[in-house]
């Protein structure tokens, strides 16, 4: 009886597991850590892990950082990425005239 529940259990899982995987993007196939849930899942719960428990326990007695210079000094590169990468999109589709909102392929 056990090994029945055991075994059904592992059929269910299985095609609940196959049947989100016929949802994803197909433009996604071959993304790393997008295939296998073995891979993506350790990521997601090690995270959880540090965040819910490790972090606030390695900072219980101590005094937060001083992180003001160092966001400051994020925050500069993400605009200055940003801009760049704002740039290359419109040369590359509405300013290089290769481009239509209304007569695009989508395929």
């Not at 900072?59 to 993400?78: E, G, S, V």
Request: proline share 4%; glycine share 6%; charged share 20%.
């Amino acid at each position: 009886m056990v090994i029945t529940t055991a075994s059904r259990l592992a059929r269910e899982a299985s095609e609940k597991y196959n049947y989100i995987a016929s949802l994803r993007d197909p433009r996604t196939i071959g993304w790393g850590y997008t295939e296998d849930l073995r891979f993506l899942l350790p990521v997601i719960f090690g995270y959880l892990y540090v965040v819910k428990r490790a972090g606030p326990r390695w900072m219980a007695n101590r005094k937060p950082y001083n992180l003001k210079w160092a966001i400051m000094t994020y925050n500069l590169l993400q605009v200055i990425a940003n801009a760049f990468f704002f740039v290359r999109y419109m040369r590359h589709t509405y300013l290089g005239g290769n481009y239509s909102v209304f007569c695009q392929d989508w395929t």
